[in-house]
């Protein structure tokens, strides 16, 4: 059971290895770092009455070339809030990545 205060916090340094070992393992399809979803959206998702969380699914474009983040709530059982907010067209880095760091290059 989720009770959305799980502490799921990594150091950068812990966080810079993970991207820095997709970055140099990332073959085929389209190479994007991440996606930008705004504070509103990430919101609209996580004041859903039974939200305690979110769950970021991957996924494919229509074209199967580039790869996406879908969003969505979860309540306390575990059960994704389908009929609920679900995010995409998350801006993607490339090319929307702002200054070059530890997780990005």
Do not use: W
């Amino acid at each position: 059971m989720f009770t959305g205060n799980e502490n799921q916090q990594i150091s950068l340094t812990a966080a810079s290895a993970l991207t820095a070992n997709y970055r140099s393992n990332q073959i085929g399809i389209g190479f994007i770092l991440g996606q930008y979803f705004s504070k509103d959206s990430l919101n609209s998702v996580l004041n859903q009455e039974t939200c305690v969380g979110v769950r970021i699914y991957y996924g494919l474009d229509a074209d199967n070339t580039t790869p996406k983040l879908v969003v969505v709530g979860v309540d306390a059982y575990e059960n994704d809030l389908v009929s609920g907010v679900v995010l995409d067209y998350g801006a993607l880095c490339p090319p929307h990545c702002g200054n070059s760091n530890s997780l990005n290059s």
